[in-house]
């Protein structure tokens, strides 16, 4: 199980924020009586619905209890908002739900494919499903974090730890889900070039998320680890003029009744 940190994962609130807008903007016209977030994570996103549909009921469902501790604070005030610790996988569609929301959050899913397949028939005949999901496994990120996982000093320890992140279809494998069930769909991508501050930015970015599985498998000796990628990082995104440039591709798919 990883565990989260929500003081490191929020250190980039904006930039993560911004997919997120970036997603729910696509859904104006809609007015949901039920609402679902999964992977809702600490909750300041998922308020962002509660408040845009006052007369909605919005959940947010997440694993992570130290993810929900923060998002206690966020549903308060908010009757309309409530967070329940749950597992992707565990959650059951209801014909009375007519909205899902997921923000880079499936990808930690294995089979999310399938589940999203068998979702489907099971919501609100014109429920809308809106996703997105990170798309840049040939990042150079994320490709030196896995050539380093697989030198000999770490590949034993570090077995399998890749595969605790589902490898990301194309766009054309999540359009189909869609497609095959006879929903309309659209799809598009962003390369966003987040602008970065501070010291080793993108490995702090990777240290809220990307990195966890690895450092919960090394343990003590994460530290060494997260020593030896820090140099192959700077080399590919240096910092010049203060800052950092972290290319991050996204995939947003939106199946359902699409406004025109
Ligand atoms: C990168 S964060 C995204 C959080 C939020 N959606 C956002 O956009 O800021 C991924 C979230 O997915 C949650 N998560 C990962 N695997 C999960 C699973 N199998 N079931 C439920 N939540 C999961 C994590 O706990 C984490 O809060």
Do not use: K
Not at 103 to 109: E, G, K, S
Not at 173 to 180: A, G, M, Q, S, T
């Amino acid at each position: 199980m990883v565990r989260w940190d929500p003081g490191l994962y929020g250190a980039f609130a904006d930039e993560r924020a911004r997919p997120f807008l970036d997603l729910t903007s696509r859904l104006d016209g809609l007015s949901p009586a039920r609402v679902v977030d999964l992977g809702c994570g600490t909750g300041e996103l998922t308020a962002t619905l509660a408040d845009r549909w006052p007369e909605a009921e919005v959940t947010g469902i997440d694993s992570s209890a130290e993810m929900l501790a923060a998002a206690e604070a966020v549903a308060s005030g908010r009757p309309n908002l409530r967070f329940r610790q749950q597992a992707i996988q565990e959650w059951e569609p209801t014909a009375d739900v007519d909205l899902v929301v997921s923000n880079a959050a499936l990808q930690w899913v294995p089979g999310h494919r399938e589940l999203l397949r068998s979702w489907l028939p099971r919501l609100h005949p014109a429920a809308t499903v809106a996703v997105q999901i990170p798309g840049n496994e040939d990042s150079p990120s994320q490709v030196l974090l896995r050539q380093l996982a697989a030198e000999p000093r770490w590949a034993a320890a570090l077995e399998g730890v890749d595969g605790v992140i589902a490898r990301v279809g194309g766009m054309r494998d999540y359009l189909d889900v869609f497609l095959e069930s006879g929903h309309r769909v659209e799809g598009w991508e962003t390369t966003y070039q987040h602008v970065l501050t501070g010291d080793d930015a993108v490995l702090q970015w990777m240290r809220g998320t990307r990195l966890r599985p690895y450092a919960a498998a090394l343990g003590a000796s994460a530290d060494a680890f997260i020593d030896e990628l820090r140099p192959r990082l700077r080399a590919a995104y240096p910092a010049e003029h203060g800052a950092t440039v972290f290319g991050f591709r996204r995939l947003f798919v939106v199946g359902g009744p699409v406004p025109a």
